[in-house]
């Protein structure tokens, strides 16, 4: 499972509730990678899903929306089924909205731009998607910067009140660490869907456990306080090791 830094930890952490064969990859070396031209991230994602499939594992989850529209964009047909994308797994969650008329979406000022969201949406549901680029917001989730989390809402999100839409997709795995901030600046009136959480009930269904290591956390750049913020933000990794990859 990869991501450019905490938030596709989200999932891990309902992975391994299940699942004990699961490898996650910060590449906080990297990160962000919503602020990258698609010719670096292109480098940096296949490089990444190439080395995990060259040894032995046999999928790659990419726990990340900017990687997953690089990856459709460039290097779908490359991988084909050996990797798992975020997105359209984010956008069949919308089946469970009893009322879809409108749809918000928040996410990397690359993933509004390429679209990818509102036609898959549009594809899928014939509906419209009002969306909104935040990536200023994921190094704030990076950092747990809480009061500045809150105000960025308050004077960014403002114009979602204004646009009746019918429920709020998280097109960032960042943004799942602050679903409970996101819900509250609602007032918890507007269904909010996270990126990715279905990803877990597809494996879990499909037995898809492939491997018989234990779960293991690595990043690219081993700094000790972010391995403290890990440990400080989720609870139930904290007996898990957590090691540098040289990649």
């Known amino acids: ?31 962000p990678y919503g602020i990258k031209e698609d010719v670096d991230l292109i ?10 499939l060259n040894r032995q594992y046999k999928k790659v989850i990419l726990a990340c929306n900017t990687a997953s529209y690089v990856y459709h964009k460039y290097l779908k047909y490359k991988y084909k089924d050996l990797v798992v994308s975020i997105i ?13 008329n409108r749809v918000g979406m928040i996410a990397t000022k690359q993933v509004v731009e390429s679209h990818i ?15 909104k680029a935040a990536s200023e917001l994921v190094c704030l989730c990076e950092n747990n910067n809480t009061e500045l989390i809150k105000q960025y809402l308050q004077n960014h999100l403002q114009d979602f009140k204004k646009e009746n839409i019918d429920v709020l997709i998280l097109g960032c795995t960042h943004f799942n ?42 990043l690219t750049k ?3 306080i972010y391995v403290e913020k890990i440990k400080r933000l989720f609870n139930d990794l904290k007996n898990i090791k957590i090691q540098a990859l040289n990649i």
Do not use: W
Request: hydrophobic share 40%; with cysteine.
């Open 1 to 31: 499972m990869l991501d450019s830094g905490i938030g596709g930890l989200t999932l891990f952490n309902q992975f391994i509730k299940h699942l004990n064969c699961v490898t996650y990859l910060a590449d906080n070396r990297y990160f």
């Open 43 to 52: 480098n940096i994602i296949d490089r990444l899903i190439f080395y995990f």
């Open 88 to 100: 359209e797994n984010t956008v069949d969650d919308l089946e469970n909205v009893k009322k879809l």
């Open 117 to 131: 969201y509102d036609d898959l949406i549009y594809q899928k549901y014939q509906v419209q998607t009002i969306s």
């Open 177 to 218: 660490l602050i679903e409970k901030e996101i819900k509250d600046f609602f007032n918890h009136q507007l269904p909010v869907i996270c990126s990715g959480y279905s990803i877990v009930n597809q494996f879990i269904l499909n037995d898809l456990c492939l491997m018989c290591n234990k779960n293991k956390i690595y």
């Open 222 to 224: 081993y700094e000790q």
